[in-house]
T-cell receptor, first 111, second 113 residues
Framework: LAKTTQPISMDSYEGQEVNITCSHN???????ITWYQQFPSQGPRFIIQ???TKVTNEVASLFIPADRKSSTLSLPRVSLSDTAVYYC????????????FGSGTRLSIRP | NAGVTQTPKFQVLKTGQSMTLQCAQD?????MSWYRQDPGMGLRLIHY???????DQGEVPNGYNVSRSTTEDFPLRLLSAAPSQTSVYFC????????????FGPGTRLTVT
């Protein structure tokens, strides 16, 4: 299993773009990168997944450089409701067995 | 679809008591898992199952048992509750071809005194 490293916490302000970077130096060729969001008192929610370059959906964008040793989750124009913990996971999406969550990044958005 | 349901929402146990946390999903997902989350911490995998009749241990399996007799249900049994098992327990499920896209239940908040 590829180990991931994320910042413990980040602060930002409403309306700003927030970028959370995850390091995964020993990512395997078949591994995908998946991000989850967890609001207080709720279970995590899948937000985005990618293999290389850039993936965008209605919630976020995911940027993956060519060497794939890191990835960046980008949240455009954040609001107070984006305050949450964000988890980066790495593994093969279709046959993974142990799906391990790290400690995540606690994002706090201020008015 | 109800998605992933968990019962009970809250539970208080005395040390040494046993109980079963229930988890059910109606999405016909093959993969199911149990996590625990201690205050201010990330999720830790307890047990998981890749299909009916197949279970395996995660990161922190001691003190817990699971079984998977049907695709829909994946109960978690605490054999003899200890205060260290005070935590929030989440059940999750995902489709065979997209295991990392897990759907989580609302959680069970367990306190052991």
């Amino acid at each position: 299993l590829a180990k991931t490293t994320q910042p413990i916490s980040m602060d930002s302000y409403e309306g700003q773009e927030v970028n959370i970077t995850c390091s995964h130096n020993n990512i395997a060729t078949n591994d995908y990168i998946t991000w989850y969001q967890q609001f207080p008192s709720q279970g995590p929610r899948f937000i985005i997944q990618g293999y290389k370059t850039k993936v965008t959906n209605e919630v976020a964008s995911l940027f993956i450089p060519a060497d794939r040793k890191s990835s960046t989750l980008s949240l455009p124009r954040v609001s107070l409701s984006d305050t949450a913990v964000y988890y980066c996971l790495v593994g093969f999406y279709s046959s993974a067995s142990k799906i391990i969550f790290g400690s995540g990044t606690r994002l706090s958005i201020r008015p | 679809n109800a998605g992933v349901t968990q019962t009970p929402k809250f539970q208080v146990l005395k040390t040494g008591q046993s109980m079963t946390l229930q988890c059910a999903q109606d999405m016909n997902h093959e993969y199911m898992s149990w996590y625990r989350q201690d205050p201010g911490m990330g999720l830790r995998l307890i047990h998981y199952s890749v299909g009916a009749g197949i279970t395996d241990q995660g990161e922190v399996p001691n003190g817990y048992n699971v079984s998977r007799s049907t695709t829909e249900d994946f109960p978690l049994r605490l054999l003899s509750a200890a205060p260290s098992q005070t935590s929030v327990y989440f059940c999750a499920s995902s489709d065979e071809g997209q295991r990392y896209e897990q759907y989580f239940g609302p959680g069970t908040r367990l306190t052991v005194t």
